[in-house]
Every structure is written in C-alpha cells, then in structure tokens.
C-alpha cells in the first residue's frame, strides 16, 4: 500500500528533462554534472536497470537509450506492475495534465488506485471558477465535500505555502471572508493563483479536519519553494493538541531529516502517523540508515509507507525497491543478533507495508 504517491509521466522526455525530474532543486542542471551521479542516480541505474533489460549498474546513457526505445508506455507498465504495490493512494494536486490519473495508474499497474485531495487545490479551482468573497467559506466546504465524495484522504501542502509556524485555532470567519478578499482581488488584477495567506491556509486545514479523513502533511524535505527550517514537525506540536477532539488521523509525510521528530511525535499522540518515502529515494543506498532510524520511538502500528513517487516511474519502483531492501537488511541484523524473532520482523513489516494504512484509511471495506 503506497498512502502517499502521485502519477506516472504520461509522454516520453528527453534524459536532461528526465534528470530535471530526479532532484528537488527546481534549479536548471549545470552543464558540468549530470543528476545520475547522485545517489538516486546510481539506485536507478543499479535497480531499474535490470527491469529495462539492462545488466545493473549500465551507464547513464545506455539506461536513457532503452527507456527511449521502449517508450514510456511500457516503461510505465514494467516498472509500475514491477513495484509489486497492491494499492495507490493517489494525490492529484500537482502539475496533474503531466501525469497518470488515479485510474490510469490503476490500469498501467494492473493494481488498485485511489485519490487523496489537495485542500488548496479545491481553493483554487473555485477561484479559478468565480467565487465572491462574502460566500468563499461556504463554497470552500461545499467544494472539498464534492471533490473529495470518492477520496481516502485529503492532503495539506502549508508547509510549502507558509510553514508550520502557523497560529494554531480556527481562524474567524470575518477573517477568512477578508483574507479571500484580498486574494480575490490581488488575482483579479493579475496576481498569482497560487494561495499562500497564512488564515487560509489554516481555514483549509481546519476544513479538512471537520471533513473527517485523514490529513496528510508534506512535512520536511522537498523542493526549494519551502523554508526546511520552518517545516520541523515539532512547530505543528500546538495544532496537533488543538485538533485531538476532533479524532481525525494527521499523515505526516517524508519528514526526512525531521524523521525522528515525527517518532516522537506519532509515539506520543494516538491520532500522528508518518513515513520516510521521498527520502528513501533520494538517499539510495544510506536509505537503509534512515529506516532503521525511523524505527526508533514510534510504535510500529504508526508508521506507514509511501514512495511519493511524481513523474519518472523509475521513482515508483525504488520506493519500493529501496524500502524492501532496507527493510530487510536492518530487521535480518536484528533477527540475527537474536534481538528480534524473525515473526516479529515480519509482521512488522506487514503493519508498516498495509496493515496501518488499511486500517487509517478505512480500505478494508473497498472503498476506492
Ligand atoms: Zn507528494
């Protein structure tokens, strides 16, 4: 079950596009590097390689030159399927005419796939559509209830747009009806789309909590359109003890390097889960390090997986890839030294890769 992940790319891309796509940085690729010399590079070339019908570990090119010829159709096809992943939970808010819908992950994998929603996303598109600003709270809630009729969860991207630094209460409605009306107005006279006024963020977030499914955060590492340092988990320690009442399950997402703050922070709140995805991908091989440490203070039923794979498939598959070999090689240390029983390991294992997100998203009873 991979609770946090988004769609495959749809169109063939050239491999300085494709390097583009397998960093953070937003930045343009100097001539003198090339991204495959990172550690996600080298994990692609030693892992999907194979999967392209390549011996591991083919040069850079070589591996371009069969992605080239066997297009991204089947590419997507091998590497999605290869991922052996039974269930994505899809989310939809980004760059998403690039991308594979959730039904067309489903079909490419041949596995089942479901739709988590971007709150701000929903704000946007009924701005896009005309709202005014007196009526902007109630079309909000009305908008997340209809985009969000068939989702499992919705997600808050606050972390890009402001940080966790925020005030934590509801903001007032008298508030948000002016907040709105400055957006409204700033994007009527040409200004950006894109939300980032921090009491509509915090209105958005507190939407999602009456909505009642689980709110997944991004939380730490990420692209530099965040401030890193004002996305430590901790800042959200107010706001989490605000929302408890409420019983709604809070997914703190990636969190690397803030991972073993978000242990703590998932061992002493019952309704806080995280996970390593993105991380895993991007440290390769020291990935292992980064697993064994978010086995530190959570309790293993609060821990989930996820790749938060966007774009190249090769991201799907490693997530996948990287997670199960880590998984393996730090829970077998600890089998071997007699620490753990090799039951324990492997059920374990089996809460962290679907159990826990079965259970928080209520799949169980197919709701897809
Ligand atoms: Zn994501």
Redesign the pocket.
Known sequence: MDH?V?GALKDDVSQSVFETLITESDRAIPAWMSQFDSQVGFAIRRWCAPVLGLPRHAAAAEYMKARASLGTDEVNRRLLSGAGVGHFLV?TGYRGDEILNPEQMGQSAGQRASEVVRLEAVAESIVESGVTAKSFPERYVQALANATTHAVGVKSIIAYRWGFDFEPARPAKVAVIEAARNWLEAFANGGPLKVEDPVLLRFFLWAGVDRGLPIQL?TGYGDPDLRLDRCNPLLLTPWIKLIEPASVDIML?HCYPYHREAGYLAQVFPHVYFDVGLGVNYTGVQSEQILAESLELTPFSKLLFSS?A?GPAELHYLGSALWRQGMTNVLQRWVDAGDWSEDDAIRVVNMIATENATRVYKLAGGRS
């Open positions: 946090h988004h989310e991004h997402l938060d966007w």
